[in-house]
Structure formats: structure tokens, C-alpha cells
């Protein structure tokens, strides 16, 4: 059975940082592309970060330069490094492999930029 736990929630100011962390179990961790998305009130979930199985990342354009996705592969983990942090970033973060053509998310981490 497949599980994502996110871990690293907050309440942060603009321009301070947050590490995000999702641990992952019931999959074959190298083998998989890894993503964070997030979801903001009254707005659709959208992808934020990709990581694939060599490293290679993506980013969405509104994060690009302040956010970092990285896997560690003994410990089975997703983490998204958050820098610069703004109001606009403040949503529910999700973590998501898809697995035999099905799609597996964690319940999500609430991430909250204000001043």
C-alpha cells in the first residue's frame, strides 16, 4: 500500500524559508517521478516541482529561483526547500507519485505566508 506523509507546515513572513518533507512508503522510490503541488483557496491544485528518477528537475515559473526539489533515495523522502517566501505561495502542498497509471497523494501540508 502506497503512502505520502507531508511534513513541514508553517506560518512563515515574506521572505523567510520552510523546508518541506514528504516521506514515502509501498513504492520503489528510485524508480519514480516525484512531484509537489499545491492547491490555494478556491483555486485548482497545480504543479509546482518535478524531480525524475536521475534528478532532473521542473519548476512551475512562479517559483523558479527560490524553490529547490531534491529526493533522497536511502531514506525514501521528497523535500521541497522554500526560500524567499510570499503570500501568493500560501496553500495546502501536496505530494504525488503515480504508480501503475494510477495517481497517490499525501493529505497535504498547510503552508502559510503573512505578515
Known amino acids: 500500500q502506497v503512502h505520502l506523509v507531508e511534513s513541514g507546515r508553517g506560518l512563515v513572513q515574506p521572505g523567510e524559508s520552510l523546508r518541506l518533507s514528504c516521506a514515502t512508503s509501498g513504492i520503489n522510490f528510485r524508480i519514480h517521478p516525484l512531484d509537489w503541488y499545491r492547491q490555494a483557496p478556491g483555486k485548482q491544485r497545480v504543479l509546482v516541482a518535478r524531480?525524475?528518477?536521475?534528478?532532473?528537475?521542473d519548476y512551475a515559473d512562479s517559483v523558479k529561483g527560490r524553490f529547490t526539489i531534491s529526493r533522497d533515495n536511502a531514506r525514501s523522502t521528497l523535500y521541497l526547500q522554500m526560500n524567499n517566501l510570499q503570500p501568493e505561495d500560501t496553500a495546502v502542498y501536496y505530494c504525488h507519485v503515480k504508480r501503475g497509471g494510477s495517481d497517490f497523494w499525501g493529505r497535504g501540508t498547510q503552508v502559510t505566508v503573512s505578515s
Open positions: 524531480i525524475t528518477m536521475n534528478g532532473t528537475t
